[in-house]
């Protein structure tokens, strides 16, 4: 492969160097709903033999088995405790989760994953056969979020047997789980370990000294979460997993877009012979100190959009410089996952400055540049798919059925009025703020100021002024759902308490 291949297709010929990255954006996002995410969350956790582009055909077969055993009117198969009519009811009735308005005239199986069997045949992100594993996606957070790859694969374990079914889960799940594998050819659920090739941690040095990254804080709530299990029932807990889960996602993409771009900005400069001089340098420029990519209240895709604009910009321009290293003659054997691997990158670089170039960088990345401005925009590709997982895995769920159109309670966002233009803005619902505000307070063991879930919602580059949460819909959340204690003493006024005081979630690494 040579630079030349590389303009003739920039977005598939990436350099191993970059595609072997623990920050590179793999798997590529594309559209998910919170569903969309805990059914390919189980699907990658515990059923190995189970593929994602296999989920739509294995829905179609279900729905057409359910449909021969009502015209026959057969009884239903062995094992099974319900008739066909009964779970008919519960698949398109009882279960059956939304369709987006774009949906309306598709026939397609789509139920609440409620259990791991239900995801072998439901939730996945497209209706054909070559959807993203969006799974794989929390896989990468809980490694990158996780110290050493042991504390990540311990955790992984422990969210295998948060997401199994035991007898201490409420009678509806256990007998769904039971139910579902008597109409449906289960493959065995069983713990899939992270792979062993997939070396998505960060150095130690790196993890220790980085005070922004959603990753880590994302696995110290998936641990409050896991440990709050207990005190509700099996529908309760998903919702809240699945609150945590669309916020850490978008917040993790968004930062490894916004790393890209610090990254690109630190290999120019190294072009230019400003590059950093040492590691601590390196990781003060490519990693952010904080951030904030949604201002509560405020409008928050096109922010995003910046976002993954400059991250495409950057992806072009590192590999761009890694492929003219190549042709050069002399490639870069390290790695760019690290403060120390860019400040080697940038240190070969200034060495090899006139033959990076004399080989046409500068000029191979500005044609490379005009050809993709659509691209670049995000109007298509990587892009747009970016635009598109942010707008669906954090927006409320719009349904095709206005009946319905408060089944989602767990977005990040919602429409700020009735009309399809209207911009989405950022606006927590009920069930996002349970989850969050029980992370806030995981360990603490009682109340807390109103600060320290400002400062939770920064920690995933959410920005709010504490000031305003008692007066903005936030503050108004909290009462309704009793989750506040107004005091004359406290900041704003209020107290925060926990919502799920029974717990012992800790929120620590283990």
């Known amino acids: 492969m040579t630079l030349a291949d590389f303009k003739q297709a920039p977005w598939k010929n990436s350099h191993p160097r970059y595609k072997e990255s623990a920050l590179s954006i793999s798997p590529a996002p594309e559209y998910a709903s919170s569903e969309v995410l805990l059914a390919s969350l189980y699907r990658t956790i515990g059923f190995g033999a189970a593929s994602e582009g296999s989920v739509p055909q294995a829905g179609r077969d279900l729905d057409r088995r359910i449909q021969r055993y009502r015209d026959k009117h057969s009884q239903a198969p062995q094992g099974a405790t319900t008739d066909v009519d009964t779970w008919n009811t519960v698949m398109h009735g009882v279960l059956e989760s939304p369709k987006l308005p774009n949906q309306s005239a598709k026939r397609f199986l789509q139920v609440t994953p409620l259990v791991p069997a239900t995801a072998l045949f439901s939730g996945s992100a497209r209706l054909t056969s070559n959807s993203w594993p969006a799974g794989s996606l929390v896989r990468r957070m809980v490694s990158l979020g996780s110290k050493d790859r042991a504390s990540a694969q311990a955790l992984w374990e422990q969210l295998f047997s948060a997401l199994s079914v035991h007898d201490e889960d409420d009678v509806f799940a256990r007998w769904l789980q039971q139910e579902t594998s008597s109409w449906v050819a289960c493959s065995e659920w069983s713990f899939v370990p992270i792979p062993e090739n997939e070396a998505t941690s960060l150095s130690d040095e790196d993890f220790l000294h980085l005070p922004f990254l959603p990753a880590r804080q994302f696995v110290r709530d998936l641990r409050s979460v896991i440990d709050a299990k207990d005190s509700m029932t099996r529908r309760q807990w998903t919702s809240l997993l699945e609150a945590v889960l669309r916020l850490a996602g978008a917040a993790h993409v968004t930062w490894l877009c916004d790393v890209h771009a610090r990254t690109w900005r630190c290999l120019m400069n190294a072009l230019e012979m400003k590059g950093p001089d040492d590691v601590n340098e390196t990781r003060q420029v490519i990693f952010p100190p904080s951030a904030q990519y949604m201002t509560y209240g405020g409008k928050a895709l096109n922010g995003l959009k910046d976002k993954a604009s400059g991250y495409l910009t950057a992806r072009l321009g590192i590999n761009t410089i890694l492929w003219s290293l190549e042709d050069a003659g002399i490639p870069y054997g390290g790695n760019i996952s690290s403060s120390s691997g860019v400040t080697d990158l940038c240190q070969h670089i200034h060495e090899n400055r006139d033959a990076v170039i004399s080989s046409g960088t500068w000029a191979a990345f500005v044609d490379i540049r005009e050809c993709e401005a659509r691209a670049l925009n995000c109007k298509k590709g990587i892009g747009a798919n970016l635009l598109e997982f942010a707008r669906h895995v954090l927006g409320q769920r719009q349904t095709a059925v206005q009946l319905l159109r408060g089944y989602d ?102």
């Open 409 to 510: 309670q767990g977005y990040i966002l919602r429409k700020k009025g009735t009309s399809p233009s209207s911009p989405w803005i950022v606006s927590l619902g009920p069930v996002a703020v349970l989850a969050l505000v029980h992370c806030a307070l995981a360990g603490m063991g009682g109340p807390r100021s109103i600060h320290r879930l400002g400062q939770h919602l920064a920690a995933y580059g959410i920005a709010v002024d504490r000031y305003d949460i008692a007066r903005n819909d936030l503050g108004h959340q909290l009462r309704m759902l009793g989750l506040v204690l107004d005091s004359p003493d406290a900041e704003s006024g209020m107290l925060l308490l926990p919502p799920f005081p029974g717990t012992r979630a800790m929120g620590k690494e283990k």
